[in-house]
């Protein structure tokens, strides 16, 4: 058995250093930008892992104590071993005007008991005239439960790890949140590496986040900025068999590694964790017994090297509680010889700090796209000497014998959704503008050779900001304040909404005309992205949802053409920032004008499959092909009138209605969507 790999994403950056510079108050670049906005009273930051979200935090938190009148903050983790985040700082010895300093007694992260027991000590903070109290989310979530909203008016409350949060009423800490904001009383800072969850709930409704001022800095502007970090690799790798045979097939002993092993319930799990790990240790070397001092494993390998493996898999209380105080002990945080291996199952996830991690290797699944990004992002830490760093995901191939395939199926269209998501959150920011006879060139962009033609649709980069200006045809512009925000902030969020949609997936990927299916483009651009949309967004009308949809699929669109062109050039082994650069400035000089019909009728799954089709057994692809487009959907009411609105445009457009005999799939699919909804209104007429 070969291991085949998926080679999703390889994404190489200019190390400008700019993210890890600091300026005269001892800021860095996300701080600066997220402490201009202080005065905000609700403030929403998205940024990426190991930007500095919490000392961001430290410097407003303390302005709004000091300058707006705030009395207390209550910084809001998700676990306990977070609150270690917010542990004293020494500010002022970086050049900013105070220090950040909790008392001992106010981390109740640090506390003995259970979280529904330190109400107690919550109502007694709130009493006092200490000004910082850190908790978890399910002690703050009883406190406010037992004492009411009005107990905290007048406080800043930080909210750490945010994607926690959901609009659903019966997410308590989204319920708690509405609550505060129609009381309007608290300030409320929020923070997250991954404002999407996995579960596809939005986070906030559309009208409670309209309330926060965003802060926004990208992950590419984040890892351009580093001093060290060059390259990440994003790669899928299927395997037949245990998992644990073919492990070294893709773990490089002499790369630091995270590894996640399956969670006990999923297929790829044996069941039996604890022999799982002794299977791994065993596949690595002869083990030589465990460190006293800091619980590791000490494992010799054939070429005799010693590794230290820290199994935080062990449930044995005294056993994993030694490891992950040696994982977390400071005077180690700079030793890159301290550990060489962490083995894992639910933990070493989100807030986890080890700048070390070079390959963060997960088996299996995992629940969402949310922890999937974030496990990557304990591999995106900046440390000396580390120029490369990877995410793996092994995954069982389908298997067309088994009678799990359609499992199998879901978890490999999982995990196709978060690689199309990570090339987004990878890439530069896009900017889109309608090309109109006024267009012209953007101060700061460089056009590439030959530089702005007035004459046709334009491609502008700019280095410095990590952002794309891009001339579209035909291109709806956002008239809400709203909208625009959306446009703005928000493609991303749209887009995890799109991929992970699963009849869209199936859809696109294996019935679409790339795989010999059924399924058009347009009914993926313009069907379910207006649908989602809607559903997303229901207080926007046409015009606003329509811009929206545009703008979505264009940002999807141009990263999977820039890819395909990246892949097809002699310099696919050169793939990086500037690759992806290039490849939206080739697509756009190969079609001459970018319209908004073009992107429209470009699959944003094609490219996906393709690499798919390289690395699956044909026989499981066909297998799974024929499982998709065996389940045959008839047109939905909701889909019919999509198509008749589309048909209304066509006739605005042509002087007449789709023709049901047209040559072209599309106009042929919109006359089958009026002829439908005539059918349907002739039969209500009729009883």
């Not at 006293?292 to 056993?319: M, N, S």
């Not at 709203?482 to 799109?498: S, Y």
Request: hydrophobic share 40%; with cysteine.
């Amino acid at each position: 058995m070969s291991i085949k790999s998926v080679p999703s994403v390889c994404v190489t950056y200019a190390r400008n250093g700019n993210s890890t510079r600091s300026n005269e108050l001892g800021m860095r670049a996300m701080q600066e930008r997220a402490y201009d906005k202080r005065g905000e009273q609700y403030l929403l930051i998205k940024s990426p892992p190991a930007s500095g979200k919490s000392r961001a935090l430290m410097f407003i938190a303390l302005d709004k104590l000091e300058n707006q009148g705030v009395k207390q903050a209550i910084v809001v983790v998700p676990e306990k071993s977070i609150g270690a985040s917010f542990n004293d700082e020494p500010l002022s010895k970086f050049g900013f005007w105070a220090d950040w300093a909790v008392k001992p007694k106010w981390n109740l992260c640090n506390a003995p008991g259970e979280d529904g027991g330190k109400v107690k000590s919550v109502a007694a903070f709130l009493a006092s005239d200490d000004r910082i109290l850190v908790c978890t989310h399910a002690t703050f979530r009883f406190a406010v439960d037992k004492l009411g909203v009005e107990a905290f008016d007048d406080r800043l409350i930080a909210i750490d790890e945010f994607h926690h949060v959901s609009a659903n009423p019966d997410n308590k800490l989204g319920a708690h949140l509405v609550d505060f904001m129609a009381r309007d009383k608290v300030h409320i800072v929020a923070m997250t590496g991954s404002y999407f969850r996995g579960d596809a709930e939005a986070v906030l409704s559309p009208q409670d986040e309209a309330k926060f001022d965003t802060v926004t800095y990208t992950y590419y502007e984040q890892l351009n900025g580093y001093q060290y970090l060059k390259t990440l690799d994003i790669g899928y790798f299927f395997y037949s068999g245990p998992y644990a045979d073919d492990l070294l097939k893709v773990l490089d002993p002499s790369e630091k590694t995270i590894l996640h092993i399956p969670n006990v319930n999923s297929r790829e799990s044996t069941k039996d964790k604890i022999k799982e790990v002794e299977h791994i240790i065993d596949e690595l070397g002869d083990w030589k017994g465990i460190d006293p001092v800091t619980g590791f494993h000490l494992v010799k390998t054939p070429d005799g090297r010693v590794l230290k493996i820290a199994d935080l898999v062990d449930d044995d209380p005294a056993k994993r509680d030694k490891v992950s105080a040696a994982l977390k002990d400071p005077t180690q945080k700079d030793n890159r010889a301290h550990v060489d291996i962490i083995i894992a199952l639910g933990m070493a996830k989100e807030g986890f700090d080890w700048i070390w991690c070079e390959h963060a290797l997960t088996v299996g699944y995992r629940s969402s796209l949310t922890e999937i990004v974030q496990i990557i992002g304990r591999a995106t830490r900046d440390a000396v000497g580390k120029t490369r760093a990877r995410f793996t995901n092994l995954i069982a191939e389908p298997d067309a014998a088994e009678a799990a395939v359609t499992e199998a199926v879901n978890d490999t269209l999982k995990a196709i959704a978060a690689s199309l998501l990570m090339e987004q959150v990878l890439a530069p920011r896009f900017n889109f503008t309608p090309k109109t006879p006024q267009s012209g060139p953007v101060e700061g962009f460089d056009y590439g050779e030959g530089g702005y033609n007035p004459e046709k649709t334009n491609v502008g980069f700019n280095e410095a900001s990590g952002q794309f200006q891009i001339e579209i045809k035909g291109l709806v512009e956002p008239k809400s304040v709203e909208a625009e925000r959306i446009c703005q902030e928000d493609l991303n969020e749209v887009i995890t909404a799109f991929v992970q949609d699963k009849q869209t997936l199936e859809r696109g990927l294996f019935d679409g005309d790339h795989a010999g299916g059924e399924t058009l483009a347009e009914e993926l651009t313009q069907l379910r992205m207006g649908k989602i949309i809607k559903d997303r967004y229901p207080g926007l009308d046409d015009q606003d949802r329509e811009a929206v949809r545009q703008h979505a699929i264009t940002a999807l669109n141009l990263t999977q053409k820039a890819k395909e062109m990246a892949l097809a050039s002699d310099e696919a082994e050169k793939t990086g920032n500037t690759a992806l650069i290039d490849g939206v400035r080739k697509f756009a000089m190969d079609v001459r004008d970018l319209d908004i019909d073009l992107i429209d009728r470009i699959n944003p799954f094609s490219e996906a499959y393709a690499i798919l089709a390289k690395t699956m057994n044909e026989e499981s692809l066909k297998q799974v092909a024929a499982i998709i487009s065996g389940k045959k959907i008839s047109l939905s009411h909701e889909e019919a009138r999509e198509l008749a609105k589309r048909a209304l445009k066509f006739k605005q457009e042509r002087g007449r209605l789709p023709s049901n005999t047209s040559a072209d799939a599309w106009e042929k699919r919109m006359a089958e969507g009026v002829a439908f909804l005539t059918r349907m209104k002739a039969e209500a007429e009729n009883g």
